[in-house]
């Protein structure tokens, strides 16, 4: 996986925005230390727009990752399967 800023490989965790990109921790913090502007896509950020994942994930992350469902959906998406197939 690579981050959405820079195309550097991504290794260790990532940074997940509430835009649906993923950034390498470099490129979040100077995010936080600039103008807060995703530089995707403009949208504005904070601190609490952001939330470090593990970059290998599950293929059904992956899988919905790469259709362009939301970091808010993919928890979900997570949080149900969890409650419905308990380990």
Sequence with gaps: MKCNACWRE???QAV???CGHLLCAEDAQKI???D???PI???VLSKS???PVDINPSD???SMAMAGISPQIRILHIFVWHM???L
Excluded: Y
Aim: charged content about 20%; some cysteine.
């Design 32 to 34: 936080l230390s600039n």
């Design 16 to 18: 997940s925005t509430t």
């Design 36 to 38: 807060g502007a995703c």
């Design 10 to 12: 991504l290794e260790g």
């Design 60 to 62: 059904d992350w992956t």
């Design 84 to 86: 419905l197939d308990p």
């Design 49 to 51: 727009h952001m939330r």
């Design 41 to 43: 896509c403009d949208q």
